[in-house]
């Protein structure tokens, strides 16, 4: 990571931006993560992450085995500028790709769909360590890929007539419950790293400056030069 071209981009910045990027960046986490699955309405898709820039979380998956991820820009409100967004497309089974990949980076994988011997979000134990929340498409919900590869249900308990709430609306009730409840529990290391935080800084400033390519080449020619 190249901290001094940080140092550079930074001071482009206005000071307000900058005081906004570290306040944000003290609070993303990546111990909790969104994976949303053949999600085809640009409106929920948008609506989610949303959510996931307003509750905290840096990444979001996508998976896109039938339905393309599409973002309806004035319901997003910018929020996909923020956040790292990784798809998953054109392979026999994408599924199953996210969850090897998500495993691998130690995550639990946690299906938000009623199932026997599911969890009521309450109930969730977020102590045990990081979760992937799956959330499936409008129609049918998750896959059987997601359900048999599953490591847990989880639930949100209703009291109504209505099956289910709408997939952006189960999303925001539990991001906001289970950030709230990790927020307030000091044994969950759930911030950045210092590299983490960097890398990401960078990439915003990258966005957010017009024209950031040339001040990157200026930068490399004034370090050529021994002048930085």
Same mark, same amino acid.
């Given at each position: ?18 005081? #906004? ?39 979001? =998956? $996508? ?7 599409? !973002?309806?820009?004035? !319901? ?33 994988? $946690? ?14 134990? #977020? ?17 059987? $890929? ?20 709408? &997939?952006? !609306? ?5 991001? =906001? ?5 990790? =927020?307030?529990?000091?044994? &969950? ?25 040339? #001040? ?13």
């Amino acid at each position: 990571m190249d901290y001094q071209l940080i140092e550079y981009l930074t001071e482009c910045l206005t000071p307000e931006r900058k005081a #906004l990027f570290e306040k944000v960046l003290e609070q993303r986490t990546r111990y909790l993560t969104v994976v949303l699955e053949d999600i085809f309405q640009p409106q929920n898709a948008s609506a989610v992450l949303r959510s996931v820039d307003c509750f905290g979380l840096q990444d979001l =998956h $996508v998976i896109e085995n039938r339905n393309e991820f599409t !973002v309806d820009r004035e !319901v997003a409100m910018g929020a996909s500028k923020w956040l790292t967004v990784k798809k998953y497309q054109g392979q026999e089974n994408n599924s199953l790709d996210a969850i090897q990949y998500l495993r691998q980076q130690g995550y639990r994988i $946690v299906a938000t769909t009623p199932h026997d011997g599911d969890t009521n979000l309450e109930d969730f134990d #977020l102590a045990k360590g990081k979760a992937a929340l799956f959330f499936g498409t409008e129609l049918t919900g998750i896959s059987d $890929v997601v359900k048999q590869e599953a490591d847990e249900f989880l639930k949100i308990p209703m009291y109504g007539f209505t099956e289910s709430f709408n &997939i952006s !609306v189960s999303a925001a009730i539990i991001l =906001h419950y289970l950030t709230y409840k990790m =927020h307030g529990d000091s044994n &969950i290391d759930w911030s950045l790293t210092d590299e983490e935080k960097a890398t990401i800084k960078l990439s915003w400033i990258k966005r957010t400056l017009k024209r950031s390519e040339l #001040l990157e080449e200026r930068y490399n020619e004034l370090k050529k030069e021994g002048k930085l």
